[in-house]
């Protein structure tokens, strides 16, 4: 059976990409597959955290993975940190990796060049997450599109691994939704919506309440025409609206668009369609919150599953690096 495994990080209130670009592929992607996925808390850390918050938004994004439909029965559900695989794996894989490709990383790039302390995690970063999908011998990783270059990584890392070393590590390929793989800022639409630019009025976030989310789609930049039509390039403001709408009602961009003749029906229709998204993950997550305790279970549970399968996996890497096994395992 093909097997999928994905991670989102905790470090922010999740916003609609993540939510559409991700968790709602993810969802459609465990009804044919044996999946994991990972809150990749160990990722959080390349800037500093403050523990208390970490802690809330850990399970916060434990949380909405259930709100959204994630069924911890049908699929394993777990913390990055409380399985050591990852943290064993990256490093053999920060050896296979070079310096030079690292450096090449756009993500890595962008983070760096904001003027804040730069960790030597957030250079290392691509060979943590590729640690996390060959931990799994994933097969396939359901992403955005902002992950295509560290998905590249990974694959490159398998291969080279492999090649080294003989056959250890099944080489994964990406899975992007067709629609809606990159969910562009309301306020930004050449650039992603993202939890770490600052750009309040062009994110929907999963606790914004119905009125904030109308605001913002009413809010949005269209482009110079009055043309309601898909063209991303041409017209990223609309285009992305539409994208939008296709991802919420399970259509595509092309069709959304029939029968709007003007900007301000189209973002009605926009507004609605979200909030009627957003509304019902939103209360589910909240009441999930009041039974921490349920929550943590289940991360429990998950990390006993997920341990079972990737602690063989990184044997099997260390013994064709030559590195001698404990006895009697
Ligand atoms: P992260 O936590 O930034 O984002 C989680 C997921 O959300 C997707 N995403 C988007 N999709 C569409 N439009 C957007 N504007 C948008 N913004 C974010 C991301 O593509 C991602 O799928 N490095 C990863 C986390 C990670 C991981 C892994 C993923 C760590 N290990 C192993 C897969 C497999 C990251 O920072 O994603």
């Not at 302390?117 to 060979?127: I, K, R």
């Amino acid at each position: 059976m093909t097997r999928v495994f994905s991670g989102m990080q905790p470090s922010g209130d999740p916003h609609l990409g993540n939510l559409l670009g991700a968790i709602a592929l993810w969802v459609a992607e465990a009804t044919h597959a044996e999946s994991l996925f990972c809150v990749v808390d160990l990722h959080s850390i390349t800037f500093p955290q403050d523990p208390r918050d970490l802690r809330a938004r850990t399970l916060d994004l434990t949380a909405t993975f259930l709100a959204m439909g994630l069924d911890p029965e049908r699929s394993i559900l777990f913390l990055q940190s409380q399985v050591p695989a990852h943290r064993e794996l990256a490093w053999l894989l920060e050896c296979t990796a070079s310096y030079g490709e690292l450096q090449r990383m756009t993500q890595f790039k962008d983070k760096s060049s904001r003027g804040e302390f730069v960790s030597a995690g957030l250079f290392t970063y691509p060979t943590l997450m590729a640690a996390d999908i060959l931990a799994y011998d994933a097969d396939q990783v359901p992403v955005g599109d902002d992950q295509r270059q560290h998905i590249e990584l990974t694959r490159d890392l398998a291969l080279r691994f492999n090649a080294r070393y003989g056959e250890t590590f099944v080489v994964p390929t990406g899975v992007y939704r067709t629609s809606g793989a990159r969910i562009m800022d309301l306020q930004h639409p050449e650039r992603k919506m993202s939890k770490s630019l600052d750009s309040p009025q062009g994110t929907i976030l999963l606790s914004d309440d119905d009125a904030a989310i109308a605001r913002k789609v009413k809010r949005a930049v269209t482009d110079a025409d009055t043309d309601v039509r898909y063209d991303p390039e041409a017209k990223p403001g609309v285009s992305n609206l539409l994208s939008l709408l296709a991802a919420c009602t399970d259509s595509t961009p092309e069709s959304a668009a029939a029968g709007f003749e003007r900007y301000g029906d189209l973002k009605a229709a926009v507004a609605e369609a979200v909030v009627e998204f957003v509304r019902p993950v939103r209360s589910r997550r909240a009441e999930l919150l009041d039974d921490p305790t349920h929550l943590l279970t289940i991360l429990a549970d998950g990390a006993v599953r997920a341990d079972a399968i990737a602690a063989p996996i990184v044997r099997r890497a260390e013994d064709a690096m030559g590195f001698l096994l404990r006895r009697g395992i």
